[in-house]
């Protein structure tokens, strides 16, 4: 009875070749999509321990083609032989990073804090400014990342300068919270708009104020947007390169700077261009990781809700 309730039909067995062809047909796309994806990192990782004959050579995988260095590390005061070692360039290499990384992680905040606020009202009140409406307001926030960064270098030039926040960590943030902060209102205004009204209703009949409405109920179900958008504005910021060798000299210059540095009259230093390169991407990975999990974490409430 059980053999045959269970076994399998004539359908099922000319199935099953199709569907595995297919499903491996998936897993060959995917693969090489992400070997072509992750290529890059691995020539920056690799390069890093190439010596210049290498590098020019374009020798690829490590032990095989070439003999891995630490020349790139040991340009940056980072390898084993010279991490213990006084490096004035270890020494400006960590003051770069721990300004990107104030920078962009307090601009990062700053944006979503701001943008959150903004995003909630153009998704719940309705504004007029002139012929204006919420969405001409929202599509003007967005249309402010067309206009080329190039246009504004000497109207912040002049700005700064008369403020006295040319190479300051504050100015850089300023103006970086001001860069992303259209992206953030977009993607807020999207996530706010998809939470119902009703739940802040039920709040404000139970006794919530507007502000404790938006702070109880709506803040933790956009909790995924809110940590999209961070990361977004993150990764933006972090990589910014035109304003930061723009309004900075020495005190404040960021890390993408530091490895647009890597020239000289013997031309690029490929192997410490890559042993930066893979300092800075390191952070993002990171926090990529970390917050991956809040991310599903609260789509998923979001969608059982």
Not at 13 to 41: D, E, H, K, M, S
Not at 166 to 178: A, E, K, S, W
Not at 181 to 210: H, K, N
């Amino acid at each position: 009875m059980a053999a045959q309730i269970f076994k399998d039909s004539e359908a099922d067995r000319n199935y099953r070749p199709v569907w595995y062809l297919g499903r491996g047909l998936v897993y060959t796309v995917l693969i090489v999509w992400a070997i072509v994806c992750l290529f890059p990192i691995f020539w920056t990782i690799t390069t890093a321990f190439k010596a210049a004959p290498d590098v020019m050579q374009g020798n690829i995988v490590p032990w095989v083609d070439f003999e891995p260095k630490w020349l790139g590390w040991r340009s940056l005061g980072l390898s084993p032989e010279t991490i213990g070692a006084v490096s004035t360039v270890r020494e400006e290499f960590l003051k770069r990073f721990w300004n990107s990384t104030i920078i962009s992680i307090s601009a990062s905040l700053l944006a979503v804090a701001l943008g959150s606020c903004a995003a909630y009202g153009l998704s719940r009140f309705n504004y007029r400014f002139g012929f204006m409406r919420n969405s001409d307001i929202s599509f003007f926030f967005l249309s402010q990342l067309i206009l080329p960064p190039v246009v504004l270098a000497l109207p912040f030039l002049v700005l700064y300068k008369s403020l006295a926040l040319l190479d300051t960590r504050i100015g850089l943030i300023l103006l970086y919270t001001l860069t992303v902060l259209p992206i953030v209102i977009w993607i807020m205004r999207d996530q706010f708009s998809s939470i119902p009204t009703e739940l802040e209703e039920a709040a404000l009949v139970d006794g919530l104020s507007i502000w404790g409405a938006f702070v109880t109920i709506v803040l933790p179900i956009a909790l995924p947007g809110m940590v999209a958008a961070f990361i977004l504005s993150l990764v933006l910021t972090w990589n910014e390169y035109f304003f930061a060798v723009l309004l900075t000299s020495s005190t404040a210059k960021t890390l993408p700077v530091m490895v647009a540095s890597q020239t000289g009259s013997q031309g690029i230093a490929w192997w410490a261009m890559a042993a930066l390169s893979f300092a800075a991407i390191i952070p993002l990975v990171i926090i990529g990781i970390l917050l991956e999990r809040y991310i599903i974490k609260g789509m998923a409430a979001g969608a059982v809700k």
